[in-house]
């Protein structure tokens, strides 16, 4: 799962459990077509149970569930299959129960080819999967959102129209602002050249994000003060909150050649340095500018001991 390949094999395994499955079936499906992990099946009614329990006995790890008709009807994706009284099949748009009919609404700031596009995808929807007969319902229920939503209904035109000749050109892409930016898409279409419009930020986007972030969990430059009026400053490529914990372990240990903080406390025993207060100066990832800006701290300030190891090398940070 997650990788670009996973439908394809998906894809390959199914046919290959498919094929098994149809050649090895008690009985004969007299329809059966599949969109990727849907299918839909036309079977005598006595001989449902029969083929889904052949299907979920091929591997217990892919197991099928079914749904069957309600008062001559059955929903597969979203057509609505009909079963008229003289066995032939009719079909229409298929909506959930949940469905509110709500679309783009027509007074929102978007432009008008935007907007457009809305009442366009329901009626070539509505042509490509009603029969005659539910055809003339659909259009009408898709006219009545469409004015509801405060969306133009789209004038009907001739398929057969023959488009203009244009020159290929690299499209343009501008920010949507009323009145401004769409003017500038009409000059620039009689240059053959493409407009797509985006919008501008969201509501969301101004908002700050609510997660809450942990503390010294990031990679950079930080300081520790002793309350001798000196400061340790540092860098570490882990989080700082890992690093300041190696630190209390080399005073706990002694471990005075590894620990310049170490060292300072040997030397100095009734100094304490604050643990519980590490400062950030500065959170960065790479090492290149992490070590620039431990440098220019190291500068600012007075620290408190010479060399250190860090990150794999020894660097001299200074002398107070």
Do not use: W
């Not at 149809?22 to 009614?45: E, G, H, Q």
């Not at 129960?97 to 509505?126: D, I």
């Not at 300081?223 to 706990?252: N, P």
């Not at 220019?296 to 060399?307: A, G, M, V, Y």
Request: aromatic fraction near 6%.
């Amino acid at each position: 799962m997650g990788s670009p390949v996973s439908p394809v094999v998906a894809d390959i395994f199914i046919v290959d459990f498919e094929e098994k499955a149809l050649l090895t079936a008690p009985v004969n499906a007299r329809f059966y077509k599949r969109y990727v992990d849907d299918t839909f099946t036309i079977l005598p009614s006595d001989k449902v149970t029969a083929f889904l329990n052949h299907l979920n006995s091929i591997n217990h790890k892919i197991q099928f569930t079914m749904e069957l008709e309600a008062n001559n009807t059955l929903a597969f994706l979203d057509v609505l299959v009909i079963r008229n009284p003289d066995n032939t099949i009719g079909h229409t748009v298929y909506r959930k129960n949940t469905h509110t009919n709500r679309y783009l609404n027509g007074e929102s700031h978007h432009h008008p080819s935007q907007l457009a596009t809305v009442g366009k995808s329901l009626f070539q929807r509505a042509r490509g999967i009603c029969d005659r007969k539910h055809l003339a319902a659909e259009l009408q229920h898709v006219e009545q959102v469409l004015q509801d939503n405060k969306l133009r209904v789209p004038r009907l035109r001739h398929s057969d129209r023959v488009k203009p000749a244009t020159v290929e050109r690299v499209p343009a892409v501008l920010p949507y602002v009323r009145g401004v930016t769409d003017k500038v898409g009409y000059i620039l279409k009689r240059a053959s050249i493409k407009t797509y419009f985006k919008q501008l930020k969201k509501i969301g986007q101004f908002l700050p994000s609510v997660k809450c972030h942990i503390p010294l969990q990031d990679a950079g430059v930080y300081k520790l003060d002793c309350e001798c009026g000196l400061s340790y400053i540092g860098q570490t490529k882990r989080s700082i909150k890992t690093r300041v914990k190696e630190h209390i372990a080399d005073v706990k240990h002694r471990r005075i050649g590894k620990s310049a903080v170490c060292e300072h406390v040997q030397h100095r025993p009734r100094h304490y340095i604050r643990f519980d207060r590490p400062q950030i100066l500065a959170k960065e990832h790479r090492f290149l500018p992490r070590m620039i800006r431990e440098a220019i701290e190291i500068k600012k300030k007075n620290i408190l001991i010479s060399i250190e190891k860090m990150d794999g090398c020894c660097h001299l940070l200074g002398i107070p």
